[in-house]
Each structure stands twice: as structure tokens, then as C-alpha cells.
Nanobody, 116 residues
């Protein structure tokens, strides 16, 4: 059974930093493109960042570019999202996603709340 478990969310003030982790099990982690999505109340789920399997190439939403960094450790089956200079508009539930061709897996999400 594939499991993705996010951790590291919490309540912080604007300008603070936070690092999210996603631990994967039940899949060949190194074969999957890993991504972070987020969803705020009343809004659609949006792609925040992604990282490829081999080259480690990254892609970021324009709203987080220069502030967030995605990375992966294939030996630990874990993907990270380092979040700096947090803004209130970053408040959302953050979800981990694993993709391989047509296969898609999601974690349960972790809440990030940024106060003004």
C-alpha cells in the first residue's frame, strides 16, 4: 500500500520560515516525480513545486519562486519543501504528490498558517 505522510506544518508569523517533509513508502520512490500542492479555503488546489526523478530539475509556481525550495533524498524516500519569507497568502493545507506516468498518489496534507 502506497503511503505519503506530510509533516512540519504549523502556525508562524509573516517573514518566518518552515520546512515540510513528505515520507513515502510502498513505492519505488526514485522512479516518481514528487510535487507539493496547496489548497486554501474556497480555492482550487494548485501546484507549488515539483522535482524530477533523476536530474533533480525543479519547477515552481510564480508566487513562491525565490522563497521556496523543493528537494529530495532518494535514500530516505523523502521530499522536502523549505519555505522562507512566508506570507499570509501562503496559508493553506499542503499536500504531497507522487506521479509516475498515469499513477497518482496523495498524502493527507499538513496545515500551514501564516499570521500577519
Amino acid at each position: 500500500q502506497v503511503q505519503l505522510v506530510e509533516s512540519g506544518g504549523g502556525l508562524v508569523q509573516a517573514g518566518d520560515s518552515l520546512t515540510l517533509s513528505c515520507a513515502a513508502s510502498g513505492l519505488t520512490f526514485s522512479s516518481y516525480v514528487m510535487s507539493w500542492y496547496r489548497q486554501a479555503p474556497g480555492k482550487e488546489r494548485e501546484l507549488v513545486a515539483s522535482i524530477t526523478q533523476v536530474s533533480g530539475s525543479t519547477n515552481y509556481a510564480e508566487s513562491v519562486k525565490g522563497r521556496f525550495t523543493i528537494s529530495r533524498d532518494n535514500a530516505k524516500n523523502t521530499v522536502y519543501l523549505q519555505m522562507n519569507s512566508l506570507k499570509p497568502e501562503d496559508t493553506a493545507v499542503y499536500y504531497c504528490n507522487a506521479r509516475l506516468r498515469t499513477a497518482r498518489y496523495w498524502g493527507q496534507g499538513t496545515q500551514v498558517t501564516v499570521s500577519s
